[in-house]
Nanobody
Framework: EVQLVESGGGSALAGGSLTLSCTVS????????VAWYRQAPGDNCDLVAS???????YYPDSMKGRVTISRDNANNVINLQMNSLKPQDTAVYYC???????????????????????WGQGTQVTVST
């Protein structure tokens, strides 16, 4: 069974930093696309960062310069470093692995999305002023 467990969430002050980690079991992430998404109350599930199977990162324009995705294939861990936090970063953050989901689902709206096959349960990040 594939399991993804996010950790490192919590409360932070605006301008601060947090590092989230995603530990994957039951599947080797080496050679797989991986990603971090987030969803705030009432909002859609949005991509925060992704890393291709070759390890090439991608960041939406809204996140460039503030987040860094990294992966430790040997230990099956995906990290997300977030800097210069803003209250608008408050959301549940999800990690996801393996490009392409299966079965019923959706490609926009609430997490999880069919862009990725396996998802974690999420970790809450709350940023206050």
């Amino acid at each position: 069974e594939v399991q993804l467990v996010e950790s490192g969430g919590g409360s932070a002050l605006a301008g601060g930093s947090l590092t989230l980690s995603c530990t994957v079991s039951g599947f080797r992430i080496g050679g797989s696309d991986v990603a971090w998404y987030r969803q705030a109350p009432g909002d859609n599930c949005d991509l925060v960062a992704s890393s291709s199977r070759e390890g090439v990162p991608y960041y939406p324009d809204s996140m460039k310069g503030r987040v860094t995705i990294s992966r430790d294939n040997a230990n099956n861990v995906i990290n997300l470093q977030m800097n210069s936090l803003k209250p608008q970063d408050t959301a549940v953050y999800y990690c996801a692995v393996v490009w392409g989901g299966e079965g019923e689902g959706h490609y926009s709206g609430s997490c999880p999305l069919l862009w990725y096959k396996y998802w974690g349960q999420g970790t809450q990040v709350t940023v206050s002023t």
